[in-house]
């Protein structure tokens, strides 16, 4: 299958089946990570007919989103003389895709890169829609740009050497989308477990082409594509709090979508039942629901950090039931502290 995505200054296929074989003229440079390499490295350069290739292997993890190993990998392009007409290819997971095209997006003002995502987050989010960047002290994110693919192929069979808990953190997104945009898809999810390839495959496609649609209407996330953060603006708290070590993205995700849905609940926005019925089906896959918060005042100032964060009004994103959501900076402190401390 082949999903489009057409921009107002570009559009890009994503290729949703076995990797095809992938031809190109120009340099190469496959970014990806030693966990990854040894997995399927060897599979990945089978099928790339490519004279001039070499690989920078970068470490693996979250921890190492930064811009010192944004610097690593422009090294590596300048070592191998990589000019504006060259190619990187970020080959793993969320957090390689999202450095690969950040170094592309500012290796000598902007060169062209492909995402090869082998988890099933970075494929039914994070390779999809042209967000890069790195973390810092203050957040996640904060520094990036938008640099859209050249393509995204998504191959099914990196998902079978998959870790069980990175498989679930990229369920927490496949659930994000349906609670956000299609309650027929929630029920979907409900009723059939992601454990064979067929079902996979199916919230894979499901997820891409909801994404699609959205990053075709608001590339820049000015308004509709923020909602895909829903969940995130607690989470990303969660993730800093926790100096990005405790919980993959897709867990501090799922804790952030049950923060927010409880404050959905407090604001009439959804049922409690409707809350209960997201938490079990997260818990189904074993992601993380609760979270102990230390300081709740501390909490609530890491809000102001985050990119959604404007002119000092918070922006959350709320579900409006099942399927339906909104944006809002409405919400008041006292509301948020009450939801805080629940927790």
């Given at each position: 299958?082949?999903?489009?995505?057409t921009l107002?200054?570009?559009?890009?296929?994503?290729?949703?089946?076995?990797?095809?074989?992938?031809?190109?003229?120009?340099?190469?440079?496959?970014?990806?990570?030693?966990?990854?390499?040894?997995l399927?490295?060897?599979y990945?350069?089978?099928?790339?007919?490519?004279?001039?290739?070499?690989?920078?292997?970068?470490?693996?993890?979250?921890?190492?989103?930064?811009?010192?190993?944004?610097?690593?990998?422009?090294?590596?392009?300048?070592?191998?003389?990589?000019?504006r007409?060259?190619?990187l290819?970020?080959?793993?997971?969320?957090?390689?895709?999202?450095?690969?095209?950040?170094?592309?997006?500012?290796?000598?003002?902007?060169?062209e890169?492909?995402?090869?995502?082998?988890?099933?987050l970075?494929?039914?989010?994070?390779?999809?829609g042209?967000?890069?960047?790195?973390?810092?002290?203050?957040?996640?994110?904060?520094?990036?740009?938008?640099?859209?693919?050249?393509?995204?192929?998504?191959?099914?069979?990196?998902?079978?050497?998959?870790?069980?808990?990175?498989?679930?953190?990229?369920?927490?997104?496949?659930?994000?989308?349906?609670?956000?945009?299609d309650?027929?898809?929630?029920?979907?999810?409900?009723?059939?477990?992601?454990?064979?390839?067929?079902?996979?495959?199916?919230?894979?496609?499901?997820?891409?082409?909801?994404?699609?649609?959205?990053?075709?209407?608001?590339?820049?996330?000015?308004?509709?594509?923020?909602?895909?953060?829903?969940?995130?603006?607690?989470?990303?708290?969660?993730?800093?709090?926790?100096?990005?070590k405790?919980?993959?993205?897709?867990e501090a995700?799922?804790?952030?979508?049950?923060?927010?849905?409880?404050?959905?609940?407090?604001?009439?926005?959804?049922?409690?039942?409707?809350?209960?019925?997201?938490?079990?089906l997260?818990?189904?896959?074993?992601?993380?629901?609760?979270?102990?918060?230390?300081?709740?005042?501390?909490?609530?100032?890491?809000?102001?950090?985050?990119?959604?964060?404007?002119?000092?009004?918070?922006?959350?994103?709320?579900?409006?039931?099942?399927?339906?959501?909104?944006?809002?900076?409405?919400?008041?402190?006292?509301?948020?502290?009450?939801?805080?401390?629940?927790?």
């Amino acid at each position: 299958m082949t999903v489009n995505i057409t921009l107002p200054n570009t559009s890009y296929d994503i290729t949703i089946e076995n990797l095809p074989t992938i031809y190109k003229e120009q340099k190469v440079v496959v970014v990806t990570n030693p966990t990854i390499s040894k997995l399927h490295l060897e599979y990945l350069l089978s099928h790339l007919d490519i004279q001039n290739i070499s690989i920078c292997t970068i470490p693996d993890g979250e921890e190492y989103k930064n811009m010192d190993t944004i610097m690593q990998i422009l090294d590596h392009c300048f070592e191998h003389k990589l000019n504006r007409s060259s190619l990187l290819i970020a080959f793993g997971g969320g957090v390689i895709g999202d450095m690969t095209g950040f170094a592309a997006s500012i290796y000598q003002r902007g060169i062209e890169f492909i995402q090869i995502p082998t988890t099933l987050l970075s494929q039914v989010d994070a390779s999809v829609g042209g967000k890069t960047g790195v973390n810092n002290k203050y957040g996640k994110n904060l520094i990036g740009a938008f640099h859209q693919p050249s393509a995204v192929y998504i191959d099914p069979l990196f998902l079978s050497t998959l870790p069980k808990r990175e498989f679930s953190a990229g369920v927490a997104e496949i659930i994000k989308m349906a609670v956000c945009f299609d309650e027929d898809f929630f029920i979907w999810l409900e009723e059939n477990i992601l454990n064979n390839k067929q079902n996979i495959q199916i919230a894979i496609e499901k997820s891409v082409k909801t994404k699609a649609w959205v990053v075709s209407q608001d590339e820049k996330e000015k308004g509709l594509r923020a909602a895909l953060n829903y969940g995130h603006t607690f989470g990303h708290v969660v993730e800093n709090e926790t100096k990005y070590k405790k919980y993959l993205h897709g867990e501090a995700v799922g804790i952030g979508i049950c923060m927010a849905n409880d404050l959905s609940v407090k604001l009439d926005l959804m049922t409690k039942e409707q809350s209960n019925r997201v938490k079990k089906l997260l818990e189904v896959y074993n992601i993380p629901t609760t979270y102990t918060i230390k300081d709740i005042e501390d909490f609530y100032n890491h809000f102001f950090l985050d990119k959604k964060a404007l002119d000092s009004k918070l922006k959350f994103i709320l579900a409006i039931g099942l399927g339906n959501c909104k944006i809002t900076s409405e919400v008041t402190k006292e509301q948020l502290l009450e939801v805080l401390k629940d927790f």
